[in-house]
């Protein structure tokens, strides 16, 4: 009887020593899985190949499945004229919203960015929007450098009409998302600032959240 008691205290303490034991990996995994990264994904469809109707509806497809693999599609800008796509997504991974993509509607992105965002500020009455790209090539940027830039940009971009809402950063290429009354605004703004011209300007149309 004695020994029955012994076995029974024995399992009892083991079975809690494992549960203490396994609890701290299982918390870590989840904690694992939890982690969100910013993402902005490219879609090239083509000239003439994109209205900016046929992106609100694919985004809206995008919204009704994304909870299905933790991704949250934030934000899209449309180049209608370039036919080029861009979704600001917070996911897992960048499987997380390829996979979306893929349930929704079945248009994949040709690139996917992992980026670092700056500090958004609010949009004004400027009707044009422009999304310009700086490519350094084998030159990586930091964050803190581009924020350096940036503050720089903001110094003079009254002087040309130019409202830079935001940036994101990516090993050597940084996005800018602006207001202005042309692509020269921008441009000149970027030149004066700190002499950092873009390799691309486009004029895009923003989608709803």
């Known amino acids: 009887m004695k020994f029955i008691l012994f076995l029974t205290v024995y399992a009892a303490i083991s079975l809690h020593a494992y549960r203490v034991h396994a609890q ?15 993402y902005l994904d490219v879609h090239h469809l083509g000239p003439g190949k994109v209205t900016a109707e046929a992106v609100a509806e694919a985004h809206a497809k995008d919204l009704a499945v994304q909870k299905k693999y933790g991704a949250h599609f934030l934000k899209y800008w449309v180049d209608v004229p370039g036919g080029d796509v861009y979704c600001l997504v917070s996911a897992a991974d960048s499987q997380s919203l ?78 800018c998302l602006a207001q202005a009354p042309d692509s020269s605004a921008l441009i000149k703004t970027h030149k004066e600032a700190h002499g950092l011209v873009p390799q691309h300007v486009m004029k895009v149309t923003p989608g709803d959240k």
Do not use: C
Not at 24 to 38: C, F, V, Y
Not at 121 to 126: I, M, T, V
Not at 129 to 139: I, K, P, S, T
């Open 98 to 175: 390829r996979k979306t993509h893929a349930e929704a509607h079945g248009l994949l992105p040709d690139n996917i960015y992992m980026v670092t965002q700056g500090t958004e500020a609010a949009a004004n009455g400027e009707k044009n929007f422009y999304l310009d790209v700086h490519e350094f090539g084998a030159q990586k940027v930091t964050p803190k450098d581009v924020a350096a830039a940036h503050v720089k940009d903001l110094a003079v971009e009254k002087k040309y009409g130019v409202n830079l809402i935001n940036y994101w950063v990516s090993g050597d290429k940084v996005f």
């Open 24 to 38: 701290p990996s299982n918390e870590a995994e989840q904690g694992k899985k939890g982690t969100q990264h910013l």
